[in-house]
């Protein structure tokens, strides 16, 4: 009886062996691997992150294996409850073909001690007040001893929430652009813009970006009282991707109907400051705004063409 109970207890321990390294739930001791989701929208004046409905979420994503062991047919998974997968910076990545809301990358393997990073978008929903966006990441482990003896584990990363806000008529948006893209407001508005990124963004992907269509003290007494405020809080960083030789363009345009009875235009303003033509002072160190045309129609009204490197107040004055 006691050979009969220890041949039983030998034979229990091995099961449990084989269950904890090749089943699903199996984890080796050697690798161990982390996922972290990263937002890369939060305003300079609203650290909470947020976009206006259908704009788009910049994400950072970083995967790392922090053991010593390989792992194999690595599957990360960025999931959202409500927005739509838009673009990622690595070909790895892609939509996932059943489900629009979620991103998926596919590696072959990741050497202890290495990682994989991405950075991808997601698209707003046009409501609702908030996204919910959760990574994770399912790997195979290195193969240990016999053939099939692969260890399977999923880790899930803590989810990261996106606020909504509205467009307010499109006065305001709120967005991640990237380069070559086009931020702008309703062409109804008696003020509104269009920024357009450089084609490229140095070693970014994409870039928080601000622009709001409002009111303020006018410039002058017969001057009008709306304004244009641009957020792009990287152009105000040492490491700012735009420069005098890698601006992004704008259009300001003031509609007739936004015109003061009286009001004889002097220019466009930069923080209360006037923004002069680039023919007599080009884009410099010391020179951060500047206007290709400024143009004054009876039906068109008034439209200010020009490049800039930092981002400011836009008034006409």
């Known amino acids: 009886m006691t050979r009969k109970r220890t041949l039983v207890s030998i034979a229990v321990v091995l099961i449990a062996s084989c269950v904890a390294v090749g089943s699903a739930g199996g984890r080796s001791s ?3 691997v982390t996922v972290v989701l990263r937002p890369l929208i939060g305003t300079s004046t609203n650290e909470i992150q947020q976009v206006t409905f259908g704009g788009k979420i910049g994400f950072g994503l970083d995967v790392s294996n922090t053991g010593t062991s390989t792992v194999n047919h690595v599957v990360i998974v960025v999931d959202s409850d409500a927005a739509t997968f838009s673009d990622a910076s690595s070909s790895a990545c892609a939509k996932d073909p059943q489900y ?12 202890g001690g290495t990682g994989f990073s991405v950075d991808l978008r997601f698209t707003a929903p046009t409501s609702g007040s908030s996204v919910v966006t959760t990574p994770s990441v399912t ?17 899930t990363g803590a989810s990261v929430t996106t606020a909504l806000v509205s467009s307010a008529a499109n006065a305001l948006v709120k967005t991640f652009a990237k380069g070559k893209e086009a931020v702008a407001t309703s062409s109804t508005l008696p003020q509104h813009s269009k920024f357009t990124m450089p084609d490229a963004l140095g070693s970014l992907y994409g870039v928080d970006t601000s622009v709001e269509e409002t009111t303020g003290t006018p410039l002058c007494d017969k001057c009008p009282k709306y304004v244009t405020i641009l957020e792009i809080p990287d152009s105000l960083t040492a490491s700012s991707p735009f420069s005098p030789t890698n601006p992004f363009s704008f259009t300001v345009t003031l509609l007739p109907a936004g015109e003061p009875k009286g009001y004889n235009p002097t220019g466009l303003y930069h923080d209360r400051g006037l923004v002069p033509m680039c023919a007599d002072s080009p884009l410099s160190a010391t020179v951060h705004i500047c206007l290709d045309s400024f143009q004054v129609g009876k039906k068109t009204g008034i439209v200010a063409i020009g490049r800039a490197y930092q981002n400011g107040r836009l008034g006409f004055g």
Not at 101 to 108: A, E, G, H, W, Y
Not at 143 to 149: E, L, P
């Open 100 to 111: 629009a809301t979620r991103m998926v990358c596919k590696l072959q393997q990741m050497q």
């Open 139 to 155: 790997v195979d482990a290195k193969t240990q001893g016999s053939s099939g003896n692969n260890g399977t584990q999923t880790v």
């Open 30 to 32: 050697s690798t161990s």
